[in-house]
């Protein structure tokens, strides 16, 4: 998530021990993995936002900073927020703030979150294949 000025918005949540991560979650039944992050923002955040592309992905298994042992597929999308409104979602995260990159990589990230910075900051991208058929009768 990235506003005009090139800032990186981060989100602190007490389900991952409050250390700096991106505003996300769970991909609802049917529903494209670039229309949950925008979702999710919006829940989140209150931002609107517009998917610019994928820019990392992975597989956590057994997160020492998430709350509970389990095993998470992620997806990190590049998003442009088109409107400036913050509203955090206190019952999801207790902090959100703008930051510079490199301000950013100076902070307590979740895993993989300074990969994901270190990818927007050089322009890279991440493929997705990605298959929603129709419903079976």
């Known amino acids: ?11 602190r949540s007490p389900k991952w021990n409050n250390t700096w991560l991106i505003p996300g979650g769970h991909v609802d039944y049917r529903e494209s993995l670039a229309d949950a992050a925008v979702r999710e923002v919006k829940e989140e955040t209150g931002l609107d936002t517009k998917v610019i592309r994928c820019i990392n992905m992975g597989n956590l298994v057994d997160d020492p900073d998430f709350h509970r042992a ?7 999308f590049l998003c442009e927020a088109t409107n400036s409104d913050t ?8 902090e959100l703030a ?3 990159p490199e301000e950013a990589l100076q902070l307590n990230l979740g895993t993989r979150i300074s990969h994901t910075i270190e990818n927007y900051i050089n322009n ?5 294949d990605e298959y929603i058929f129709p419903p079976r009768n």
């Open 98 to 100: 703008w930051f510079t």
């Open 124 to 128: 890279t991208d991440t493929k997705i």
């Open 87 to 94: 509203q955090a979602d206190l019952t999801e995260i207790t």
């Open 70 to 76: 389990t095993q998470l597929v992620f997806f990190h």
């Open 1 to 11: 998530m990235v506003n005009s000025e090139g800032k990186v918005l981060l989100i």
